[in-house]
């Protein structure tokens, strides 16, 4: 990942990039500590309730990191190989359609692009 990274339009730098590695890695495998990261119980009339902490907010930012690392990596695999890109460019209207502003600039070309045309 740090090298998919350094290789990147916009590159993260490496302790950006191992920080964002671990958050991911944290929340897209239940672990202990995310679990009571989740939730907190409050005593309300002599029950306890259980009450979120982590609002949906908090869902969506983590989903938009995975989704741009696994498009960035696609994008790569895609371009390097020559593949056709009709599927890749209806997977970009199914992105943006449900994370709007996540292509700021719109997809730019990959290493292995050929921008000579």
């Given at each position: 990942?740090?090298?998919?990274?350094?290789?990147?339009?916009?590159?993260?730098?490496?302790?950006?990039?191992?920080?964002?590695?671990?958050?991911?890695?944290?929340?897209?495998?239940?672990?202990?500590?995310?679990?009571?990261?989740?939730?907190?119980?409050?005593?309300?009339?002599?029950?306890?309730?259980?009450?979120?902490?982590?609002?949906?907010?908090?869902?969506?930012?983590?989903?938009?990191?995975?989704?741009?690392?696994?498009?960035?990596?696609?994008?790569?695999?895609?371009?390097?190989?020559?593949?056709?890109?009709?599927a890749y460019l209806e997977l970009n209207d199914?992105?943006?359609?449900?994370?709007?502003?996540?292509?700021?600039?719109?997809?730019?070309?990959?290493?292995?692009?050929?921008?000579?045309?």
């Amino acid at each position: 990942m740090l090298h998919l990274n350094r290789v990147a339009t916009r590159p993260l730098s490496d302790e950006q990039m191992t920080g964002t590695y671990g958050l991911l890695s944290s929340h897209v495998h239940p672990t202990t500590q995310i679990i009571r990261e989740l939730f907190v119980v409050d005593e309300i009339d002599g029950q306890r309730i259980p009450r979120l902490t982590i609002d949906i907010g908090f869902h969506h930012h983590v989903a938009k990191m995975a989704v741009i690392c696994f498009y960035n990596a696609l994008t790569h695999v895609i371009n390097y190989h020559g593949w056709a890109p009709a599927a890749y460019l209806e997977l970009n209207d199914d992105i943006d359609a449900l994370l709007p502003g996540v292509f700021v600039g719109g997809p730019s070309p990959g290493p292995f692009d050929d921008t000579s045309t």
